[in-house]
């Protein structure tokens, strides 16, 4: 028998969670070939491992080293290549509705591909955290077969004539093959990191920006170079080459727990879903909701925007300014949430967010404001989402091993707003085509849209006090 032990934190409780529940059994023997147990590295652990004449094998740290470290920058890629090529969706856009054989389309069927991928891993972020919770030994397989399907979705795209084509393949396959390669990373995060996961979610959750800030200009140059279906052709081979390499430091930090025929596995739908009678769980994802609702607009609109004003290079730079701008807020915002209360960093991040968004965004009239309103709204909502790993730590009660779950569940809502805020949007914007709000706010017809980030990043902040309030009546101290 193997005895794993904890060698910084006493995380009984989550060390014990990777046991099959057949081997916890009052008085039943566990065999030396059967999964490895897990105890806490105490002196009386140590001296029965020892007694016990037990393979004592120590874990990672936790918090640090170079495993966790290692992890943490390939999720980081990850994260890069799966949602920052979502994030450059507006270049395609803009492909698609002005070049053969798809700009006969209708510009909502366009819009379409990039919101299903980007909604679809959002949304099956839930079922595949319980997949791979009552099957952890398929969590590998089920990266390296996303793999797959992101470089047939990608390449097989470039041989699209129809949008129906783009959206099944850059869309739903894409979506699908994206939820199979950073559910995992969400799921095995909180092994890796408790006292600085909100700084090791920032960087992870930076690398979506990242990607956003330096796809744009590597797509155009591929699509004004060798047009649509070389460069996709071109961008699946080297992205699913730094991908398949990134996969190589995705590793539990516990060991994965054998299951032999006849043993009872997990059930598929967690029985520790207590934490959605909380009060602060429902605060969140209404949070995550709202912010949505702000964000995914302006990550969608603020590109043709500020080509109605200026011209495409310049809508480019500002796109790419606004997802560099993320990056950077989600490590800062990350850090700060490990050191202070999150919800008072949400609350600050929504409510300058709607300021500028009136101010800078509604009163625009030049690139020059574009550029401050990309990197204030970028930074701060862009941001927002690092304080998502100490809310569900939260919401879980302080329990790593539920952490994971309140993240998928919550990352529905999420989903939901990725769908129907450019929706919301796109209708407000079709509207308001050709008028101006007394030609000083909403030009080129942006008003209303500009009115509907503006006060959805506002209701962020009301409910951000809510959490608070809710986290200081239940007297949470976990984070």
Known sequence: ?????????????FELSSIPQSQLQSGQQTPASSAPLTALASPEALQRAIHDNVTVQELAPLDGGIRAWTFCFCSFVLEMFIWGFCFSYGIF???????PPFNTASSISIAAVGTIAMALQYAEAFSLTCLFGRYPDWMN????????????????????THVWQLIMLQGVVFGIAGGLLYVPTIKLMPEWFSARRGLAGGIIFAGGGVGGFVFPFALNALLDKVGLR?????????????????????????????????????????????????????????????????????????ASFTRALSDPLTATIVLSVFNA???????????LSDRFPYPWIMFTSAVISGLVAFLLWGLAYAPTQLYFFAIIFGALNGGFSSTWYN?????????????????????????????????????LLD???????????????????????????????????FIASTKRRAGLNFA
């Not at 959605?276 to 994802?285: I, M, R, V």
């Open 1 to 13: 028998m193997t005895t794993v032990l904890e060698p910084r934190h006493s995380l009984e409780e």
């Open 93 to 99: 856009q803009d492909y698609y509705t002005t070049h």
């Open 141 to 160: 397989f089920g990266m390296w077969t996303g793999l797959v399907l992101y470089f047939l979705s990608i390449f097989c795209a470039s041989f699209a």
């Open 230 to 302: 070389w460069g996709l052709r071109i961008w699946s081979i080297v992205s699913t080459s730094c991908c398949a390499f990134a996969l190589l430091g995705i590793r539990p930090r516990l060991p994965v727990p054998k299951f032999n025929a006849g043993q009872r596995r997990p059930r598929f739908i967690p029985p520790h879903l207590g934490f959605t009678k909380n009060p602060l769980y429902w605060g969140l994802s209404l949070a995550l909701l709202l912010q949505g609702f702000s964000y995914f607009p302006v990550s969608l609109y603020i």
């Open 325 to 335: 701008s993320a990056v950077a807020g989600q490590i800062v915002l990350g850090h």
């Open 391 to 427: 809310a569900a730590f939260d919401c879980a009660k302080g329990k790593p091993e539920h952490t994971g779950i309140a993240i998928a569940s919550t990352a529905l809502f999420k989903g939901v707003s990725a769908v129907v805020g450019p929706v919301i949007s796109g209708i």
């Open 431 to 465: 509207a308001g085509r050709g008028s101006s709000m007394g030609g000083v706010f909403g030009r080129e017809g942006y008003g209303a849209v500009e009115i509907f980030v503006g006060t959805c990043a506002f209701a962020t902040g009301a409910v951000s006090l």
